[in-house]
């Protein structure tokens, strides 16, 4: 386990720095309470590398090495907020685990999250620092996340953090009756938008929640 001292950080990753960081997040608009204290209470400085965390708590996303970023806070709240405004779900499954700090701000909402990682090195490395944060109620897995996590029933909410061209259907025929997927859809480089998938029953009803910019989804697992 980290230490209090670690967590809260000092200087440009203290406290008071993340509270500003909420504040500016409640000022673009995030409303959802319960997001935003999770926002506030999570050491993003803990989830990038060092010599960036004087940044962590700007609003922009940031690199974590292997060609992929940690996302832009705001973007974070705003997937969130979109997975579980009408209610909290039981189980979710995260598609790509990154550094691991979605995972940490869901697990303070979600009784279980399950997150998977196409990239060995960050899986393991979320894996180590979400265990030493104290996230019990986190599930990681190393594999290819267009094919969701087999094995383990159906998801209430299924976030996807990086961009396919359409949500893979595997992922889809995992989502459970009244559950939501949100992920961004798109050409990196090109106009992507973040959409939310609501299955009721057999039918699934696809809304666009606005414009992102998000790495590009791809297939197979690396070392």
Known sequence: MMDEKQRRGIGMTSQRTRERLVQRLRNEGIRNESVLAAIGNTPRHLFVDEALSSRAYEDTALPIGAGQTISQPYVVARMTEALVDDGIPNKVLEVGTGSGYQAAILAQLVPEVCTVERIRRLA???????????????????GDGNAGWDGDGLFDGILVTAAPHGVPPELLEQLADGGRLIAPEGEQGQAQELVCYHRQGEQTTRTCLGLVSFVPMLRGTAG
């Not at 490395?125 to 190393?142: E, H, K, P």
């Open 124 to 142: 393991d490395q979320a894996q180590r620092r979400l265990r030493q944060l104290g996230y019990r109620n986190v599930r990681v897995r190393f």
